[in-house]
């Protein structure tokens, strides 16, 4: 679960620069930083905060917590990769980020499943 932990603590940086990035943005490039980006970086930055939680119960032993890892991990993948296909819907930038993150919650994925074995 150590490598879940470190996975989960990249992922917690990514979503506060992301969130760095769009305040900055919206200072001296508006339309790089639209209200759809800040939704999505907002609710990344949410799940940012849960995971660790969960985390934290599955290392005390609970299944249901390291199953809640996988299960939101999967979501977020399936979103992210979702999103960043949608026309318009963010800038390229963001939509980089949405892949990135997609791929920390595919290697989450891997570990819990492994560790479920």
Same mark, same amino acid.
């Given at each position: 679960?150590?490598?879940?932990?470190?996975l989960?603590?990249?992922?917690?940086?990514?979503?506060?620069?992301?969130?760095?990035?769009?305040?900055a943005?919206?200072? *001296?490039?508006?339309?790089?930083?639209?209200?759809?980006?800040?939704?999505?970086?907002? =609710?990344?930055?949410? *799940?940012?905060?849960?995971?660790?939680?969960?985390l934290?119960?599955?290392?005390?032993?609970s299944?249901?917590?390291?199953?809640? /890892?996988?299960? =939101?991990?999967?979501?977020?993948?399936? /979103?992210?990769?979702?999103e960043?296909?949608?026309?318009? *819907? /963010?800038p390229?930038?963001?939509?980089?980020?949405?892949?990135?993150?997609?791929?920390?919650?595919a290697? /989450?994925?891997?570990?819990v499943?492994?560790?479920r074995?």
């Amino acid at each position: 679960m150590r490598r879940i932990g470190i996975l989960l603590r990249i992922y917690l940086v990514v979503a506060v620069a992301t969130l760095g990035v769009l305040t900055a943005l919206s200072a *001296f490039a508006p339309q790089q930083a639209p209200r759809d980006a800040w939704v999505h970086a907002v =609710i990344v930055a949410g *799940f940012a905060i849960v995971l660790p939680l969960r985390l934290r119960s599955a290392r005390r032993g609970s299944i249901r917590g390291l199953r809640a /890892v996988g299960l =939101i991990a999967a979501v977020l993948i399936i /979103v992210n990769v979702v999103e960043a296909m949608l026309p318009d *819907f /963010v800038p390229v930038w963001m939509r980089v980020e949405m892949i990135g993150i997609a791929v920390l919650m595919a290697a /989450v994925v891997g570990l819990v499943v492994r560790e479920r074995l």
